[in-house]
């Protein structure tokens, strides 16, 4: 207990709180639900916590842990404090200095916090980032993000357009699907010849999170004489329809195949939202930029947002 903010560490009992909390939160994604974050939970060591005032739950924050220190949180792509529509910036200093308390009894020496990106904001919800500044958090990641403004897009590149007209001259077909099986090895061997890595989820993991948040995580694919020449794997949020997965065949490359696709999600269908997200093209903590990667996003007109990393100190 810290003046009138009470931290709690989650519990399992805590789960249907937590996640009508993050519902009507001002800047929680379903990423935040208890039923995303435990899908790897083998992974983590879970430290999450609950800031209550008055008895009310007013704020939480998804953590885990690692050795002498916190992360917020390890297994997602974003997830610092999640905040009511009641959070004002000194009651955000309130929670901060609670929460710092509170890992310093624990013997913790720092959080690594994970801010989430403006654009998946409800509400206005940047108070954590004025309570880290007081705080003296040093900002020590910068992942570069492409983005599209839905509602006043720039134009596609020359070189998007004529890729545009040939895949639509060949007759590539689009449509939602569940063959997430398909999807998976072609975005393996893709990830494996272009970048020498493995994707984050196993064709299993994206099946049993798809089927939990139906609504949410959709693949849409191209496919061309029965055969899948594409596929973009979306993650959709209240704001944002985020690409987690882009992924070709080296025909469909060269028909034009994801052009297509892209074009038709940013047209078709995700056309209501405020963003439309290409992710990341920094590597190395942020470090380095994948130029080929960053100006094929940004051929569709899309610029670039921030994913921020901080290390917050605590103090003994």
Known sequence: MTGLVEVVKY?????????AFVKASKNGTFLLYRQYMEYHADRFEDHSLLFYRKGKLIALLPANVVGTEVQSH???SYGGIVSGAEMKAQLMLEVFEAMLQYYSALGFEAVNYKAIPHIYHRQPAEEDLYALFINKATLYRRDLNTVISLADKLPYNTLRKRSLKQAAVVGIEISESQDFETFSTINQQLLAQKYDVAPVHTAAELQLLASRFPEN?????????????????VYETATVAHCQYIAATPQGKELGAPDLLTGYLLTEV????????????????????NQNLVQYKESYGGRTI???????PIRK
């Open 217 to 233: 995580i959709r693949l849409y694919i191209a496919t061309h004489a029965s055969e899948m020449l594409a596929g973009i794997l």
């Open 74 to 76: 390890g297994g997602l």
């Open 306 to 312: 921030m994913h921020d990393f901080y290390k917050l």
């Open 270 to 289: 995700y056309a209501h939202k405020k963003y439309f997200s290409f992710g990341v093209s920094t590597e190395q903590q942020g470090a380095y930029l």
């Open 11 to 19: 519990s399992s009992k805590d789960s249907a709180a937590w996640d």
